[in-house]
C-alpha cells in the first residue's frame, strides 16, 4: 500500500531562493513503467505542463500546486528510504528549478530519473539521471512539440517512450525508430494507450515485425486504477 504526501502550505525560507519548486504531490508506490517497473519508488511530481495530450492521465497537475524549497521536497523524499525517485510531472523541466533537483538528488546517492514529454530542452540535465523520454505520436495531438534535437542527447541508459493510440500511431513510431536509428542510441518502449488500443494487438504487432523494442504495460494502473498519486 502507497503513501501520499500532499504539501501542506508551509513559508518558503530555503537556502537558495532560486530552487523553490510548484509540487502537485510527493508519493511512494512501485514504479509502473520503464526499466525500473516494479521497484519501489519516490515520485515528485511538479506541477505545470504545456502540452494537452489527449489520453493524459494527469491532468490534475496542471494547477494547484504548493510551493516547496527544495530542501523541504528533500527531506520529504528521504522519509521513505527508497533507492529510486522518479521527478516527473506534467512537465517538470517547465521549472526552473527542476534541474538543479535532480542533480541534488543525485549527490544525496540516489537513482534518479526524469520523466518528461521531451518538449524542453534537456541538454542542462545531470548526466548521472536518467531519462525517460516521450515521442508525441498524432494521436497524441501533440505530436508539434517534439523536441527532435533531445534524441541527440540521449544515451544507453536512457529511454525513448511511445504512446501508441492506434494503428497509424504504430507506424508512425515504426518509421521514427527507423529514421533516428533509436534502438542503437538506448532502449525503445512501447506502450498502448488504455482504453483506445488493446495491449495483445500492440504486442502481436511488435511480434509480428520483429521489432527491437521492449513492449510495456502500466503496472500502477493495472493495480491501483487512474487514481491520483498511484
Known amino acids: 500500500m502507497q503513501s501520499v504526501l500532499r ?3 508551509r513559508p518558503t525560507s530555503r537556502l537558495d531562493g532560486t530552487h523553490a519548486l510548484r509540487v502537485t ?3 511512494y508506490s512501485l514504479q509502473g513503467e520503464a526499466d525500473t517497473v516494479g521497484w ?26 504548493q510551493r516547496m524549497p527544495e530542501a523541504a521536497v528533500v527531506a520529504a523524499v528521504s522519509q521513505y528510504s527508497a533507492r529510486y525517485v522518479t521527478v516527473t510531472g506534467g512537465e517538470p523541466m517547465m521549472q526552473k528549478g527542476c534541474v ?10 540516489y537513482q534518479v530519473s526524469l520523466e518528461t ?7 542542462a540535465v545531470d548526466s548521472r539521471v536518467v531519462k525517460v523520454m516521450d515521442i508525441k505520436t498524432p494521436g497524441s495531438g501533440e505530436m508539434a512539440k517534439n523536441r527532435v534535437a533531445n534524441i541527440e542527447l540521449l544515451v544507453a541508459k536512457d529511454q525513448v517512450k511511445f504512446v501508441i ?10 518509421e521514427q525508430l527507423g529514421q533516428h536509428r ?7 518502449l512501447f506502450g498502448t494507450s488504455q482504453g483506445q488500443l488493446e495491449d495483445v494487438v500492440l504486442a502481436d504487432w511488435i511480434l509480428e515485425d520483429r521489432l527491437p523494442v521492449r513492449f510495456q504495460t502500466q503496472l500502477h494502473k493495472q493495480l491501483w486504477g487512474n487514481m491520483p498519486g498511484k
Open 7 to 9: 504539501p501542506a502550505s
Open 25 to 27: 504531490e510527493i508519493f
Open 40 to 65: 519501489p519508488t519516490v515520485f515528485v511530481r511538479l506541477t505545470g505542463c504545456p502540452l494537452r495530450c489527449h489520453y493524459c492521465d494527469t491532468s490534475y497537475a496542471f494547477h494547484g500546486e
Open 100 to 109: 538543479h533537483l535532480l542533480a541534488t538528488l543525485c549527490d544525496a546517492a
Open 117 to 123: 514529454s521531451g518538449a524542453v530542452d534537456l541538454s
Open 165 to 174: 493510440c492506434d494503428r497509424a500511431d504504430y507506424l508512425w513510431a515504426v
Open 182 to 188: 533509436l534502438n542503437e542510441r538506448c532502449q525503445v
